[in-house]
């Protein structure tokens, strides 16, 4: 897998790639975040031991893993896709802050083409396929 990338570098291939699928009309952007965890060779029996959700309660606040991707893991022919776009940095614990702070600009800015769902042909097939009460063939004579 290729280095990450700085912030900067980051949230410039993101607004490239966001624009890119909003140019071909379709297509889908992947964004995920995880905490970065470390080999934990270093934790003892007896931590684990202790209190079995030890590593919920790190002693040094852990950085953050950004990930984006086009999520073209197969082309059509279902052959695995060389092209897959895959992107990632490292978000230090004191730059969390204007990271999302930025993270939410360039996201906003991706998303300004998106289409309201069209849900008038949802509700027409509901009707279509609701029974009509009393509509059994007979008919009825005050």
């Not at 790190?58 to 999520?71: K, V």
């Not at 893991?73 to 978000?91: A, P, W």
Request: hydrophobic letters at 30%.
């Amino acid at each position: 897998m290729a280095a990450h990338l700085s912030s900067d570098d980051f949230f410039t291939r993101l607004g490239s790639l966001l624009e890119k699928t909003q140019q071909k009309g379709h297509g889908a952007v992947y964004l995920t975040q995880k905490r970065l965890t470390f080999d934990n060779d270093a934790a003892s029996p007896e931590m684990v031991a202790d209190d079995p959700l030890w590593d919920l309660h790190p002693p040094n606040p852990l950085p953050l893993i950004m990930r984006a991707t086009d999520g073209k893991s197969q082309s059509r022919d279902r052959t695995k896709n060389t092209e897959k776009i895959k992107i990632s940095t490292i978000v230090q614990p004191d730059d969390v802050e204007t990271f999302y702070t930025r993270y939410a600009d360039v996201c906003k800015a991706g998303m300004q083409s998106l289409k309201k769902r069209d849900r008038s042909k949802r509700k027409k097939d509901k009707k279509k396929k609701a029974p009509v009460a009393g509509s059994s063939g007979e008919t009825k004579k005050a």
